[in-house]
């Protein structure tokens, strides 16, 4: 199959290798000529394991190319793409739908015969259906269909859910496009996946309904940790209890700072946003996002309340900046809440990210970012692990306290365990989980 894809962002970019990686030929369009000139080198703009060799070999096996020109990614192709952004729009939580829109018009100027037209982008339900009325107020014709087909790709595991997903949505209406998509997919029937036909409405509330689904998990399970926190529960065993359950699931119910990210709260705002619009108010998902904006305040003045109020003079170090790891995206990461609430209080933070420096310094004013992870420790009053690099998962702990003024670890991603931390100098507080404190030095030799 030939497929061309507008927009060479995140998605559009992973997704065109992987279906390049499937045996198509794939075009990649952007109108950013820097960015196209650094992808035709091999440079990829973005951080995601496996994915700068997975482009290297598809454009050395001619599969995978790029341009500038959307008529190279439009003419002659069996499915267009349309992977642009939908950032979140002025005014009010709804989505910015301009680029798809932009998109849709070019396309239809450089169709040259019947086009499968996709949605890839994420788009509010009824999307689809006015990109079609786009096409057909640019150009008179009736030589394509348009299909919903959205992404469930999680940053920093891109190409693994793209190769093994859960399931592929198709949303259309016309045999003709659903045809020529399963013919798309069909490397994927080797491992069985279910593609799940429907209509374009169903399949653009299916993206939304997933995405808000397991926002809405994780802030359950951050107000349960709340609730263990105040009468000295587990947390983690809660969600182990509850995850047993196969109606439940064990999958984003780990607690934390809140969610962040470039998809859950922007997803989440632009469907309450749709559910108000057309009359169907989404009550559920409203509460999610104010709990999650919750979530990540109260950790903020938990720290504050711990360190006595008033921060002046104290030094914070704080692993981790991004929303999550394997990842630089620093979109909506809680350590954009959280530090500079720490810095209103009057502390200064020295900050640590494996990947997140480059992106994160800009929006952190005031931050200092260390080039070790250990500096972050240097006279500190306190560190706060915020996103669960796995460098952070076996630190050598008596050397960050003895580099600390007073050890008191804020670890919100739950990566130690109270039980091990009594043995070391660490005051400890996690999620929804007691605090602990060291045991006598005398005791902790012999491993009580
Ligand atoms: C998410 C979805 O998981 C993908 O399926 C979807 O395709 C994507 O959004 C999208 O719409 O494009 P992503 O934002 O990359 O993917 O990240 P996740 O791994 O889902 O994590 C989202 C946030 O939830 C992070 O802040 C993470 O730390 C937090 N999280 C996740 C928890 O706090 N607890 C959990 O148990 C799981």
């Excluded at 076996?394 to 050890?407: I, K, N, V």
Aim: glycine content about 8%.
């Amino acid at each position: 199959m030939r497929i061309g894809m507008i927009g060479s962002g995140y998605v559009g970019l992973v997704s065109g290798t992987c279906f390049a990686e499937f045996g198509h030929d794939v075009v990649c369009i952007d109108k950013n000529p820097a960015k196209i000139t650094a992808l035709k080198n091999g440079e990829i703009p973005i951080y995601e394991p496996g994915l700068d060799d997975l482009v290297a070999k598809q454009i050395k096996a001619g599969r995978l190319t790029f341009s500038t020109n959307i008529a190279d990614g439009v003419s002659g192709m069996d499915a267009v793409f349309i992977a642009v952004g939908t950032p979140p729009r002025n005014g009010d939580d709804g989505a910015d739908l301009s680029q798809v829109f932009d998109a849709a018009r070019d396309i239809a100027n450089a169709m040259t015969g019947y086009t499968v037209v996709v949605d890839k982008s994420t788009v509010p339900v009824g999307t689809a259906r006015q990109v079609a009325k786009t096409i057909r107020a640019t150009k008179n014709t009736t030589q394509f269909d348009v299909v919903s087909n959205p992404e469930f790709l999680r940053e920093g595991n891109a190409i693994t859910d793209f190769m093994r997903p859960d399931r592929v949505v198709v949303g259309t209406d016309s045999e003709r496009a659903a045809e020529i998509m399963r013919a798309i997919y069909r490397p994927l029937y080797l491992n069985e996946t279910p593609i799940l036909i429907t209509t374009p409405e169903t399949a653009e509330i299916i993206k939304y309904a997933a995405n808000a689904f397991l926002a809405t998990k994780i802030t359950f399970i951050n107000e349960i940790a709340r609730l263990c926190e105040v009468t000295g529960a587990d947390v983690q065993e809660v969600s182990r209890g509850m995850g047993m359950d196969g109606r439940i699931g064990s999958k984003f119910l780990h607690a934390g700072p809140g969610y962040g990210g470039s998809c859950f709260p922007k997803d989440t705002k632009a469907l309450a946003q749709t559910g108000r619009d057309l009359g169907a108010v989404q009550t559920v998902v409203e509460s999610v996002i104010a709990a999650n904006t919750q979530t990540k305040e109260t950790l903020a003045n938990r720290i504050i309340a711990e360190l006595g109020g008033d921060l002046t003079d104290k030094t914070i170090g704080v692993l981790g900046v991004t929303f999550k790891p394997q990842t630089d995206d620093m979109r909506d990461a809680p350590s954009l809440t959280i530090l500079p609430m720490l810095q209103a209080a009057g502390a200064k933070i020295v900050a640590f990210d494996p990947v997140g420096r480059e992106t994160g310094q800009p929006l952190l004013p005031g931050v200092i970012f260390a080039d070790q992870m250990y500096d972050v420790a240097n006279n500190a009053d306190a560190v706060v692990i915020l996103t669960e690099w796995n460098e952070f998962r076996a630190l050598d702990l008596d050397r960050l306290a003895d580099a600390m003024r007073t050890p008191i670890m804020f670890d919100f991603r739950n990566i130690y365990k109270p039980a091990e931390m009594i043995h070391t100098p660490f005051t400890y507080h996690s999620i929804g989980r007691v605090k602990t404190t060291p045991v006598a030095p005398k005791l902790r030799q012999v491993g009580v």
